[in-house]
Every structure is written in structure tokens, then in C-alpha cells.
């Protein structure tokens, strides 16, 4: 199934192809989460456990992801940006997608 707030890009013109893959979520402050789908009726939500999201009940924690990191990319010595528990973030990314595929998560 196609994911609806996921924006694919390719690229063929390098020496390496690129695909890059952004993904859409919203930000919940009051509970400190990040989700892509919810269901509020009367004040009350209820966060659906849909892609990418699913381990963590829909609602990916955000101390998970703040305060972002400085890290390494590659062999590269500029620094980027990275979430700051990586490891957990891979580890139940897409229900534990990478833990299968990753000697680090």
C-alpha cells in the first residue's frame, strides 16, 4: 500500500544512485510525541498504530528524536544532524524493520 505522507525521490544522474525518502508526521507538544495518524473525538485522541510508528503504539516518543545530535555521516567530517537515540529509533522503526537487518540496532 502506498504510504500517504511519504515523498519518494530518485536519482539516476550520479555516479551512485540516490533514493531519498521523506516521510510526513505531526507533532503532538502536550504529549510529547510524534505520530502520522489520530482520532480525536471530544478532546480525546487516540493515536492509530499505522507506519512508521506501529512498536511504539502510533506514537513515537519524542525523546526519541530531541534534542537532535550532532553525528558523523559517512566518511564525512561535517557534522549532521541526527536524532538523539538513533539506535532506538532504528531499533522500532516500521515494527523492528532494521533490528533484522542491522548487527547496531
Known sequence: LPH???VLCFSL???VPIKLELYMAFKDAAEEAIFTSRTCRAGECTYNRVFPFQ???GRLPWAILYPMRRCRNGRSTWPTACPNRPLELLHGWN???YTSQSTAA
Open 4 to 6: 500517504l505522507r511519504k
Open 13 to 15: 544522474r550520479h555516479a
Open 55 to 57: 512498536h511504539w503504539g
Open 95 to 97: 515494527t523492528r524493520e
